[in-house]
């Protein structure tokens, strides 16, 4: 799914957070918004994941609006994956359970496959409680997929990972690119530009720089 943003303005209340923002995701694309806290990488995420609605400006998927989808809450559904900063599984649930709960009937019998790709099969039947954070984290990445989303956003997704799980959930974003999903990832983490295709650099609400690889 081709993404495209123009003229994106917002305000919180009296903030001027976004300042004019144009930007362009490719389908099949890891892209890498980066910058320090405050920069705008946020707010960005959450106007293109349809999670917030912009002061002014407008977003197309594939050039479309989002009201031409129909539904929102389908299309989130059909089209998109979200991970965030905190895995937000149940914890009564199992790993597994939480995978099912967030897939269509259509998607339920490659749940296991799923868990078998991102490595955590043998977790399946444990609490998020049992295992260790990167397996969590894996976990919320398996939920975001199982649906074969056309994009998937990812808030700050490894703020709570040590250096070598950070990187493996990197490896992951860019392996499942390689397979037409679209990543578009906010981080203030600048070792993920070594496995981004695009990095968009933020800085006070604009974008300073897009470099591509």
């Known amino acids: 799914m081709k993404i495209v943003a123009e003229a994106l303005e917002h305000y919180y209340v009296h903030e001027h957070v976004l300042r004019g923002i144009d930007l362009s995701i490719e389908p099949g694309s890891f ?120 994009v998937v956003f990812a808030d700050e997704p490894t703020g709570n990972l040590d250096t070598k799980n950070a990187l493996g959930v990197y490896e992951l974003f860019r392996e499942f690119s390689r397979n037409d999903t679209t990543f578009v990832v906010a981080s203030h983490d600048k070792k993920i530009a070594d496995f981004a295709d695009t990095i968009i650099e933020m800085e006070d609400g604009i974008v300073k720089d897009i470099f591509k690889r």
């Open 31 to 150: 892209t890498a918004i980066i910058g320090e806290s405050g920069s705008g990488k946020t707010t960005v995420l959450s106007i293109l994941s349809t999670l917030l609605r912009p002061s002014s400006g407008h977003v197309t998927y594939d050039a479309k609006a989002l009201s031409e989808w129909g539904s929102i809450d389908l299309f989130r559904r059909r089209h998109i994956g979200f991970v965030f900063q905190f895995h937000y599984l149940i914890s009564y649930l199992t790993l597994r359970e939480n995978i099912a709960l967030a897939a269509l009937p259509e998607f339920q019998e490659d749940i296991d496959p799923l868990m078998a790709r991102l490595g955590i099969e043998r977790f399946a039947q444990r609490y998020s409680d049992e295992v260790s954070g990167g397996e969590r984290q894996r976990a919320a990445i398996a939920r975001a997929l199982i649906n074969r989303p056309s």
